[in-house]
Nanobody, 124 residues
């Protein structure tokens, strides 16, 4: 069974940093486009960041530009989300997703595999 496993969430004070990791189990996701999304209870899940299969094309939501950085590991099979200057409004469950193509997307409906999510809580 193919799974994406997120880790690295937790509680941090405003202005702090966290790094989320997403690793697959069951198959390799080399050359798959990967994305991070987040969801607050009662709200729609929203796009955060995405990276192409090669790692050469990256996109961010306006709300996180300049603060978050998405990257792929050396073997390209793991994806990271470095989050800095965190704000209370960044509090959410963060989900990793993989798309069976090299092209990144901001549309969650275009992703084929999803992780279970990791909670990020930013206190003021």
């Amino acid at each position: 069974q193919v799974q994406l496993v997120e880790s690295g969430g937790g509680l941090v004070q405003a202005g702090g940093s966290l790094r989320l990791s997403c690793a697959p189990s069951g198959q390799t996701f080399i050359n798959y486009a990967m994305g991070w999304f987040r969801q607050v209870p009662g709200k729609v899940r929203e796009f955060v960041a995405a990276i192409s299969g090669s790692g050469g094309v990256i996109g961010y939501a306006d709300s996180v530009k300049g603060r978050f950085t998405i990257s792929r590991g050396y073997a390209k099979n793991t994806v990271y989300l470095q989050m800095s200057s965190l704000k209370p409004e960044d509090t959410a469950v963060y989900y990793c997703a993989a798309r069976n193509t090299v092209y990144k997307s901001t549309n969650q409906g275009e992703y084929d595999y999803w992780g279970q999510g990791t909670q990020v809580t930013v206190s003021s």
